[in-house]
């Protein structure tokens, strides 16, 4: 009996011993053998910033850090095993808590998933315009977006600029992220534009005026062809020593937008206005597109010295090379004008 009494002590200690452990590293071997990994697509949404640079792993630790993925290395696993997650963009994602890696790599693949407002700058607006275009379609605020166009360094304007963004806001649509920077916004815009000189192998010194006469010729005329046709006109007339006399000029110069001037307008004393002093304007008037630029730097060869829109409806115009032809064209405006009040 005192036999089986010390064994039935011994099994005794032993189990409450084990008892003991277990309870010590119960926890840790469930830690060291349950999943690093959630399971499913996950619940609710939280918005989730991708800055640009970020490695996979470094995605992985976002989404940690947000609690979308349980851990960056199931992260990094299911990413190895898709070779679009390399060219993930930067940009904000909606994504959803508490999801499995694999889900959380699809939706960051899925276009819907970034959040961002899509911004559509068309040709020929003016600087300020572009701005309230910005103001209007995103929610950076107006003053910040002026103070942003005066950083000319944080934007990267060339020199050709002459520290002024007119002419450099490239027509485009843009992709705005919504935590995106005034400056952020502004100097894509920037980086556009010159990689549109770069692209067209604009020579530096002709930077400049290429850039005017191509925000003069975006004003002036509709098509690529008219475009070409009026940097025709322009380098014609400044060869031949002529005023350029363009009402687009005295507009941005009087902040106007009317097609056409007054005597008064006219005489405003401005360096941008045509009529008053010679050569091209101090600056560019628009912000052109890759047509426009093209017709100045390439203008198509012509005798002409003049030209008129004669019908602002379908933007037909008519080039002259003579006073006497130019006022013929200008008659033709005018009885549009008489049937179409403005």
Do not use: C
């Amino acid at each position: 009996h005192r036999a089986a009494a010390a064994l039935l002590a011994a099994v005794v200690v032993l189990v409450l011993g084990a008892w003991a452990a277990w309870g010590t590293l119960g926890p840790e071997v469930a830690r060291l053998t349950a999943s690093d990994d959630y399971e499913g697509s996950g619940t609710g949404t939280v918005d989730v910033r991708v800055a640009e640079g970020d490695t996979g792993r470094a995605i992985g630790r976002t989404l940690e850090e947000a609690d979308v993925v349980k851990t960056d290395d199931a992260y990094v696993r299911a990413a190895a095993e898709d070779t679009r997650t390399a060219a993930i963009q930067p940009g904000t994602y909606r994504l959803r808590k508490q999801m499995s890696a694999a889900s959380a790599v699809a939706l960051l693949l899925d276009p819907a998933a970034r959040q961002v407002t899509r911004l559509v700058v068309p040709e020929g607006l003016r600087a300020v315009q572009v701005l309230d275009l910005v103001a209007a379609q995103t929610t950076i605020p107006r003053d910040q977006l002026d103070a942003a166009a005066r950083d000319v360094a944080a934007l990267g304007l060339p020199a050709s600029a002459e520290g002024n963004v007119e002419g450099y806001l490239f027509p485009a649509t843009y992709d705005v992220a919504p935590d995106a920077t005034a400056p952020e916004v502004l100097r894509q815009m920037v980086q556009r534009a010159v990689t549109a000189l770069d692209q067209l192998q604009v020579p530096e010194e002709r930077r400049h005026d290429v850039v005017v006469v191509a925000s003069l010729a975006q004003k002036e005329a509709r098509t690529p062809e008219d475009m070409a046709r009026v940097a025709q006109v322009l380098a014609n007339r400044l060869q031949d020593g002529m005023p350029l006399q363009l009402d687009s000029t005295v507009s941005y110069a009087t902040g106007t937008e009317t097609v056409t001037t007054t005597a008064e307008q006219r005489a405003t004393d401005s360096p941008y206005n045509t009529y008053r002093y010679p050569g091209l304007p101090a600056g560019p008037i628009s912000n052109p597109g890759e047509a426009a630029l093209r017709a100045a730097l390439d203008p198509e060869p012509g005798p002409w010295r003049f030209f008129v829109t004669v019908d602002l409806g379908t933007g037909e115009t008519r080039f002259a090379e003579t006073k006497a032809e130019h006022d013929a064209n200008v008659e033709l405006f005018r009885a549009w004008l008489r049937a179409n009040p403005q």
